[in-house]
């Protein structure tokens, strides 16, 4: 397993943008794919976005076309641009790593399939 701690999240009106990011430790970053997940209030946790080892993403579709995932595997960091915020897009975020993959192109949607997650971060939008 990888130690991930998320940062970026705060409170941001509708419309607005923020990146959060995601720095991981441990084995090999570059090897495996990451995926982003969220959790509103009352809520089950949902899949955001995931990204591969080779840098192919898939999102789901609330948040195509508002939010990229992009990774720098030159420091151990997967990031989330998330733009046209709205109110609904409100909950704790949280990064997730999917360790077994090891350098196949799997896009992960599920949470069973990763292995380890970061604490989390609050994203709140106001409207």
């Known amino acids: 397993q990888v130690q991930l701690v998320e940062s970026g999240g705060r409170l941001v009106q509708a419309g607005g943008s923020l990146r959060l990011s995601c720095a991981a430790s441990?084995?090999?970053?570059?090897?495996?794919?990451m995926g982003w997940f969220r959790q509103g209030p009352g809520k089950e946790r949902e899949f955001v976005a995931t990204?591969?080892?080779?840098?192919?993403?898939y999102y789901a579709d609330s948040v195509k076309g508002r939010f990229t995932i992009s990774r720098d595997n030159a420091k151990n960091t997967v990031y989330l641009q998330m733009n046209s915020l709205q109110p609904e897009d409100t909950a704790i975020y949280y990064c997730?790593?999917?360790?077994?993959?090891?350098?196949?192109?799997?896009?992960?949607?599920?949470?069973?399939?990763?292995?380890?997650w970061g604490q989390g971060t609050q994203v709140t939008v106001s409207s």
């Open positions: 997730a790593a999917a360790t077994g993959t090891q350098k196949s192109n799997l896009l992960l949607t599920t949470p069973a399939r990763y292995d380890s």
């Open positions: 441990g084995r090999t970053f570059s090897s495996y794919a």
């Open positions: 990204i591969s080892w080779s840098g192919s993403t």
